[in-house]
């Protein structure tokens, strides 16, 4: 039995790299499915080999965590990849992807990508977002307007950030992900899309997802996806995903305040004294009411 981890699940095969580095094609053993088990992208697994390519995937060790969308277990870290444009920049948008990573307990990093395309004004508001998230506490990547983009400097930008981790890409269609892993790394090749002019949005050219190891760790590339469903969250829960509201919500009058419709509520005064932006505020209203108002599910979890 040796051990690796699964770098890529494609059309029934679980693609395991070994700390070696050789990378084994293998079928999962009967007993998953009749477990409901699906093995994940990220996965630490054991198995065995009929040859030195070709095995049997045997066993998943246990979870530190698993993300839904994109589809990776074990995950260290998050990268939202945000367009300035094309498609646009949606601040609701980001602070759902941002939602969903707090929940599950994953450092998110913010990167900002097609700067280049910017005019003054509208890289102004971006740095200015930038300074916001930064503010909240997040680590916010913004290139300069018009830089050359080189593997060296994005090395450099990214620094140790990635170092023995498992980070994951994810963000719109089109925002370009898979072009940020092309510019980390040539060699990559990942295939790429035009974004439509007329609609303004990406073309699902990434469909699975897979590990590539970059920057001295393991990046998930992934397919670009912009619904992202609440299910499993509680309205009470929903402040600890906004650390800036969680921090201000300690002053709150009543212990259970979830700074909706409460008196003396410390939240609603910081966003009313601008210390809370007022988008933030907004978008965490809009998702308490989509909590409050989802309609209840009945039975177990559906097994994907
Ligand atoms: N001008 C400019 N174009 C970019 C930049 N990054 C990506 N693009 C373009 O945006 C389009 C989409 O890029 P992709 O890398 O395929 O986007 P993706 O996020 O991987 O999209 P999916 O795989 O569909 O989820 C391509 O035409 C890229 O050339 C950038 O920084 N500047
Ligand atoms: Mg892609
Ligand atoms: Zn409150």
Known sequence: MREGRIIKALSGFYYIQTPEKDVYQTRPRGIFRKRNETPLVGDKVKFTFETDKEGTLEEIMPRENELSRPSVANVDLGFVIMSVKDPDFSTSL???????????????????????????????????????????????????????????????????????????????????????????????????????????????????????????????????????????????????????IWEKGKDCRFSGCIHQNEPNCAVKKAVEEQAIAAFRYDNYLSLIEEIQNRKPRYGKKRGK
Not at 105 to 116: A, G, L, M
Not at 175 to 189: I, Q
Not at 208 to 221: R, T
Request: hydrophobic share 35%.
């Open 94 to 244: 980001l602070d759902r992807y941002l939602v969903s990573l707090e929940q599950h307990h994953i450092r998110p990093v913010i990167y900002i990508t097609k700067t280049d395309l910017t005019t003054e004004e509208e890289y102004d508001s971006a740095e200015n977002l930038a300074e916001i998230y930064t503010a909240i506490g997040y680590k916010v990547i913004l290139p300069d307007q018009h830089e050359q983009v080189s593997p060296a400097t994005l090395q450099e930008r990214f620094g140790d950030l990635v170092k023995d981790k498992l980070a994951v890409f994810m963000g719109q269609s089109g925002a370009g992900k898979s072009t940020l892993l092309n510019s980390l790394d040539p060699e990559l090749k990942l295939k790429i899309g035009e974004t439509s002019k007329s609609l303004g949005r990406g073309k699902h050219t990434t469909r699975h997802v897979e590990l590539v190891p970059l920057l001295g760790g393991l990046i998930a590339d992934t397919p670009g996806f912009s619904a992202i469903q609440f299910d499993e969250l509680d309205a009470k829960d929903l402040s600890a995903c906004f650390p800036e």
